[in-house]
């Protein structure tokens, strides 16, 4: 059977997978069996995504959905590419899911939705015309809503699961909108009549524009980002991992596969708001999850720094594309698609992670954790390798794909436009700063919630997690640790992509010296992870040996030191709070206006001193707030016609059948 | 073959031998402009044999990551070290890693320090960690500019294809690069941890940083950091010597004699690193802390402009 049947075969099969668990999901070993399934499903559809890859075009007819349009389905590189990273997430998940979903307490208001958001995802990537796109998109939104509401008694998740609805049919709309744009040049609603059509520039900025609402809302773009952090951790923690590591990429997929396939032949200033957008996103998402306190909230808000980093690349390689240089485009493109992956396997991890706190300690607080690192040796590895892999150090994945993206920037001055010369450093220092923050957050995570001392009992009598749990983030970290080690190897499997997309590819990296990845042959410039890393992990345990045989080898266990007064107890250790407040002080005071009230009772009064903290999101205070205040009010308006009497509704009916009548003469 | 990887064994010996040196350089000199007699140069290499010899205490509330932590931070900072050409340029592993990579392997000793410092739970090392991740959201950025700015003058990032460009002196004067180098002045003084943004010689603990997160360590752990914080000061002479002042350095495939050149050249310029260092350092005075961000904000704006000013003269 053709990959594509295959991929195709796979949302049928997680949507009977949905039907089945929506019958037995009280029975004891429901969870087993459909995350067993699923898990299957899912690892067929990445194998055959992975076969896909290098294959030409395959599509598909079927007669379902609207009568005269049918269903087409479409599996070309980027399909197939972006089938990987989903199926490896939703295969990792399912597996962590086996383990974790057990203790759930509900669920019956999990089990159906998973495999139905599974199916959702995998179909977004395959259809071919816009009524499917948006049918799948549906789905995988309305399922993920679902999964967001499982645990609605919560605080807060009530809240998140309505923002997110309103945010999701937002951008759904606005999609609807550009396909609209685009059909109406097209003559039809099919892609490959898209692709064939060449828009007006009016039509093609207003579908960027639509598409850059739509998809980057589902992405978590800046200002669009505020549902995210929100519906995300709300979540049980294998979906939060799903839609963070997952769900986004399916939206990056959909913007790519709009704006750099169907607009047609893009403009250089296309590139403009992508470029401020994603270097804001990044810089913004990586300072909100320094501040925060919520673990999974953290991660989420790191989730908006990485699709930034993505959609900053993808606006590099629009501009790129723009001026016809082909190898700068493909060098963009490459070290976007590569971050994809890199951020579904990373992010997946530290949600697994800290899921596996979350039920072992009951807290998502990181500042009632910390010393978990004694009680859950195994889990708070594979979080610290993730959190490596995220903060972009060498040798990992992470490292080699912000690489990349540096490379890409430097190639950047050739780009004749005036706008973008003076546009592309500031994305980059904010590129570079992000990237600091990044290992700044993790650090601050990792340490708070794993080093030290507990600051509970809670986190004193943790357990680790169980062995599924354990295995689906070991095999993210092997994933992790090979694409870090051999990039080479995964800039080749992207290069029909990038072939397809971009007009070129990058040179082929499997024939230089030592698995060396060299971006652009004259500049010089390479970097070998398997080397770096062979040569750190080398001088590591040669040193450690060394320093045993040469000098002492005797280890004294003792109590700590600290300056002389070891006996103050784990609440004098340094909070998430004050671990980041040099930070916070100096940029979050001004980006995101946080304030510090410091009430100290005058000597001699017993009372406790207190610290009050704000922050302030920007796009809530200057967007979503004044919206919502203007719904409000019009609201209020709009509620006198609930309450007329008849004559004046008649008279209303009247009136606007008088104007009705009035416009269609005035309009003959 | 063979002789290749000899060089570059001698590179990485090298650095490793001369980092202790250098500090010790540095103590001497600024000990003598205060009228001192101060300890012998050789201090440094008596310490950490010292250190060595002593039994490592390690808390009881300590993990396996505060054992590990040295270790790593020293291996990165030495393979960092190592790939900055010292006395000549294109040695056989010299194409590993760029100006970015060892900017983010200093990155990967940082991380490791910063959770050493959280890991025993206590108030100073985690004060330490929390200045430390402040100055490095400012200071590491600054180095990217800094790298894009001497790359797009050299047309790589690739620090052994810079110094060779640097070389033929066909950059000339330029603004970019002094500014570049004004910037990567300012990022080696914080980095190491040097007057005006830490006090290397200071336990105070209104003051300290870099002591503070390493406070709980001892014995060959301590020795271990120590050696890495020498190698850093080391390696970031290294940098600046090869690209702002390459005279001396032997080129791509140069013969023997000219590489004893570059070595005596490359001790010549560590020793004017290490006395300019300490005049330096004894003629200002440390900053306090909130005063450090706009330090390390002039390295961050002065690399944004030499980038831009590149972008934009490209086309005039």
Same mark, same amino acid.
């Given at each position: 059977?053709?990959?594509?049947?295959?991929?195709?075969?796979?949302?049928?099969?997680?949507?009977?997978?949905?039907?089945?668990? %929506?019958?037995?999901?009280?029975?004891?070993?429901? +969870?087993?069996?459909?995350?067993?399934?699923?898990?299957?499903?899912?690892?067929?559809?990445?194998?055959?995504?992975? +076969?896909?890859?290098?294959?030409?075009?395959?599509?598909?007819?079927?007669?379902?959905?609207?009568?005269?349009? #049918?269903?087409?389905?479409?599996?070309?590189?980027? /399909?197939?590419?972006?089938?990987?990273?989903?199926?490896?997430?939703?295969?990792?998940?399912?597996?962590?899911?086996?383990?974790?979903?057990?203790?759930?307490?509900?669920?019956?208001?999990?089990?159906?939705?998973?495999?139905?958001?599974?199916?959702?995802?995998?179909?977004?990537?395959?259809?071919?015309?816009?009524?499917?796109?948006?049918?799948?998109?549906?789905?995988?939104?309305?399922?993920?809503?679902?999964?967001?509401?499982?645990?609605?008694?919560?605080?807060? @998740?009530?809240?998140?699961?309505?923002?997110?609805?309103?945010?999701?049919?937002?951008?759904?709309?606005?999609?609807?909108?550009?396909?609209?744009?685009?059909?109406?040049?097209?003559?039809? &609603?099919?892609?490959?009549?898209?692709?064939?059509?060449?828009?007006?520039?009016?039509?093609?900025?207003? %579908?960027?524009?639509?598409?850059?609402? #739509?998809?980057?809302?589902?992405?978590g773009l800046v200002?669009?980002h505020?549902?995210?952090p929100?519906?995300?951790?709300?979540?049980?923690?294998?979906?939060?991992?799903?839609?963070?590591?997952?769900?986004?990429?399916?939206?990056? &997929?959909?913007?790519?596969?709009?704006?750099?396939?169907?607009? #047609?032949?893009?403009?250089?200033?296309?590139?403009?708001?992508?470029l401020i957008i994603g270097g804001i996103t990044a810089a913004l998402g990586i300072l909100h999850a320094l501040m925060e306190r919520d673990l999974?909230r953290l991660l989420a808000y790191s989730t908006i720094e990485n699709i930034g980093i993505i959609f900053l690349t993808?606006?590099?390689?629009?501009?790129?594309?723009? @001026?016809?240089? %082909?190898?700068?485009?493909? *060098?963009?493109?490459?070290a976007?698609?590569?971050h994809?992956?890199n951020h579904?396997?990373f992010k997946?991890?530290l949600?697994? +992670?800290?899921?596996?706190?979350?039920?072992?300690?009951?807290?998502?607080?990181i500042e009632?954790?910390? =010393?978990?690192?004694?009680?859950?040796?195994?889990?708070?590895?594979?979080f610290l390798f993730a959190a490596t892999a995220i903060s972009a150090l060498p040798p990992l994945n992470g490292f080699a794909s912000e690489w990349l993206a540096f490379q890409a920037i430097f $190639?950047?001055?050739?780009?004749?436009?005036?706008?973008?010369?003076?546009l592309v450093p500031a994305v980059g220092t904010l590129l570079a700063l992000a990237a600091a923050l990044v290992a700044a957050c993790f650090v601050r995570a990792f340490g708070i919630l794993y080093l030290g001392?507990?600051?509970?009992?809670?986190?004193?009598?943790?357990?680790?997690?169980?062995?599924?749990?354990?295995?689906?983030?070991?095999?993210?970290?092997?994933?992790?640790?090979? %694409?870090g080690?051999?990039? =080479?190897?995964?800039?080749?499997?992207?290069?029909?992509?990038?072939?397809?997309?971009?007009?070129?590819?990058?040179?082929?990296?499997?024939?230089?010296?030592?698995?060396?990845? $060299?971006?652009?042959?004259?500049?010089? /410039?390479?970097? @070998?992870?398997?080397?770096?890393?062979?040569?750190?992990?080398?001088?590591?345990?040669?040193?450690?040996?060394?320093?045993?045989?040469?000098?002492? /080898?005797?280890?004294?266990?003792?109590?700590?030191?600290?300056? =002389? &007064?070891? +006996?103050?107890?784990?609440?004098?250790q340094y909070s998430a709070a004050s671990l980041s407040q040099p930070i916070r002080r100096v940029m979050a005071s001004v980006v995101l206006r946080s304030r510090e009230?410091?009430?100290?009772?005058?000597?001699?009064?017993?009372?406790?001193?207190?610290i009050?903290k704000a922050i302030h999101d920007p796009a809530?205070?200057?967007?979503?707030?004044?919206?919502?205040?203007?719904?409000?009010?019009?609201? =209020?308006?709009? @509620?006198?016609?609930?309450? *007329?009497?008849?004559?004046?509704?008649?008279?209303?009916?009247?009136?606007?059948?008088?104007?009705?009548?009035?416009?269609?003469?005035?309009?003959? | 073959?063979?002789?290749?990887?000899?060089?570059?064994?001698?590179?990485?010996?090298?650095?490793?031998?001369?980092?202790?040196?250098?500090?010790?350089?540095?103590?001497?000199?600024?000990?003598?402009?205060?009228?001192?007699?101060?300890?012998? $140069?050789?201090?440094?290499?008596?310490?950490?044999?010292?250190?060595?010899?002593?039994?490592?205490?390690?808390?009881?509330?300590?993990?396996?990551l505060?054992?590990?932590a040295? &270790?790593v931070i020293?291996?990165a900072t030495?393979?960092a070290?190592?790939?900055?050409?010292?006395?000549?340029?294109?040695?056989?592993?010299?194409?590993?890693g760029d100006l970015i990579a060892i900017a983010a392997l200093l990155g990967l000793a940082r991380f490791a320090q910063g959770l050493a410092g959280l890991d025993?739970?206590t108030s100073f090392g985690a004060l330490g960690t929390s200045r430390e991740l402040m100055f490095s959201t400012l200071a590491e950025p600054a180095m990217i500019m800094i790298a894009f700015t001497v790359a797009?003058?050299?047309?790589?990032t690739?620090?052994?294809?810079?110094?060779?460009?640097?070389?033929?002196?066909?950059?000339?004067?330029? $603004?970019?690069?002094?500014m570049a180098l004004l910037a990567l002045v300012i990022v080696a003084l914080a980095e190491n941890a040097r007057i005006p943004v830490d006090n290397p010689?200071t336990?105070?603990e209104l003051t300290m940083v870099h002591e503070a997160m390493v406070l709980?360590?001892?014995?060959?752990?301590?020795?271990?950091i120590?050696?890495a914080a020498?190698l850093k000061l080391?390696l970031y002479?290294?940098l600046i010597?090869?690209?702002?002042?390459?005279?001396?350095?032997?080129?791509?495939?140069?013969?023997?004699?000219?590489?004893?050149?570059?070595?005596?050249?490359?001790?010549?310029?560590?020793?004017?690193?290490?006395?300019?260092?300490?005049?330096?350092?004894?003629?200002?005075?440390k900053m306090r802390v909130f005063r450090v961000p706009n330090f390390l904000g002039i390295a961050l704006m002065l690399g944004f402009l030499g980038t831009l000013?590149?972008?934009?003269?490209?086309?005039?």
């Open positions: 059977m053709s990959a594509l049947g295959l991929l195709a075969l796979a949302v049928p099969a997680f949507l009977a997978i949905a039907v089945f668990a %929506a019958f037995t999901a009280r029975q004891a070993g429901a +969870g087993t069996r459909v995350y067993g399934a699923c898990l299957v499903i899912a690892t067929l559809a990445a194998i055959a995504g992975l +076969g896909a890859l290098s294959a030409a075009p395959t599509t598909m007819v079927l007669p379902l959905g609207l009568p005269w349009l #049918g269903t087409h389905f479409r599996l070309d590189a980027l /399909s197939a590419a972006f089938a990987v990273i989903v199926d490896i997430g939703a295969a990792a998940a399912s597996l962590y899911a086996i383990g974790y979903g057990r203790h759930e307490a509900e669920p019956q208001r999990v089990l159906p939705f998973y495999p139905a958001f599974l199916a959702g995802m995998n179909l977004v990537l395959l259809a071919d015309d816009a009524y499917t796109f948006l049918f799948a998109w549906e789905l995988m939104s309305l399922a993920s809503w679902a999964l967001v509401m499982a645990h609605h008694t919560e605080r807060g @998740n009530a809240r998140a699961g309505y923002i997110y609805l309103i945010m999701a049919s937002f951008g759904t709309l606005a999609l609807l909108m550009g396909f609209g744009v685009l059909a109406s040049g097209a003559g039809g &609603y099919g892609f490959d009549a898209m692709r064939a059509a060449h828009p007006t520039a009016w039509q093609a900025g207003i %579908a960027l524009a639509l598409v850059l609402i #739509g998809a980057g809302s589902k992405a200002p669009v505020v549902w995210l929100l519906a995300h951790p709300a979540a049980p923690s294998h979906v939060s991992a799903l839609m963070s590591g997952v769900m986004t990429k399916v939206a990056v &997929y959909g913007f790519i596969r709009i704006v750099f396939e169907l607009v #047609g032949p893009p403009e250089w200033w296309w590139s403009l708001p992508i999974k993808l606006g590099l390689a629009l501009a790129f594309r723009a @001026n016809a240089m %082909a190898a700068g485009a493909a *060098l963009a493109l490459t976007g698609l590569f994809a992956f579904m396997l997946s991890v949600f697994f +992670g800290a899921g596996a706190v979350l039920h072992a300690t009951g807290e998502r607080d009632k954790l910390g =010393g978990l690192i004694h009680r859950m040796p195994i889990s708070s590895a594979a $190639v950047s001055p050739a780009l004749p436009q005036w706008g973008l010369k003076l001392r507990p600051r509970t009992p809670v986190a004193a009598s943790a357990h680790e997690t169980d062995r599924f749990s354990l295995g689906a983030m070991i095999v993210l970290c092997v994933l992790c640790a090979a %694409a080690l051999l990039p =080479g190897v995964v800039i080749d499997a992207l290069s029909p992509v990038v072939q397809a997309l971009a007009g070129a590819r990058m040179p082929a990296q499997s024939a230089t010296a030592w698995l060396t990845i $060299v971006p652009v042959p004259d500049a010089h /410039s390479s970097y @070998n992870g398997l080397l770096i890393a062979a040569f750190v992990a080398f001088v590591a345990l040669t040193s450690a040996l060394a320093a045993r045989a040469l000098g002492s /080898s005797a280890t004294r266990r003792a109590r700590l030191w600290d300056c =002389g &007064y070891p +006996g103050l107890g784990p609440l004098s009230r410091v009430d100290m009772p005058p000597p001699g009064m017993l009372t406790a001193a207190r009050d809530w205070d200057w967007i979503f707030t004044p919206i919502g205040l203007a719904v409000a009010f019009a609201a =209020g308006k709009f @509620n006198h016609f609930q309450f *007329l009497t008849i004559r004046r509704y008649l008279g209303l009916v009247f009136l606007l059948l008088v104007a009705l009548l009035m416009y269609l003469g005035l309009g003959t | 073959m063979i002789g290749d990887l000899i060089l570059q064994g001698v590179q990485m010996a090298i650095v490793l031998l001369l980092a202790p040196l250098l500090t010790g350089v540095v103590r001497k000199v600024k000990a003598r402009l205060l009228r001192r007699q101060g300890p012998p $140069v050789l201090q440094p290499y008596l310490d950490l044999r010292r250190l060595m010899a002593k039994e490592a205490i390690v808390a009881d509330t300590a993990s396996w505060f054992v590990a040295p &270790y020293f291996a030495w393979v070290a190592a790939l900055v050409p010292t006395y000549a340029t294109g040695l056989v592993f010299s194409w590993t025993v739970g797009l003058v050299a047309g790589s690739q620090l052994s294809s810079i110094a060779d460009f640097m070389l033929t002196y066909q950059a000339g004067l330029r $603004v970019s690069l002094a010689a336990h105070l709980e360590y001892s014995g060959r752990h301590l020795a271990m120590d050696l020498s080391l002479a290294s010597a090869c690209i702002f002042a390459p005279i001396g350095l032997a080129g791509t495939g140069a013969g023997m004699g000219a590489m004893l050149i570059g070595f005596i050249t490359y001790l010549g310029k560590l020793f004017g690193a290490g006395v300019l260092l300490a005049l330096f350092e004894t003629s200002i005075a000013l590149l972008f934009v003269s490209r086309s005039l």
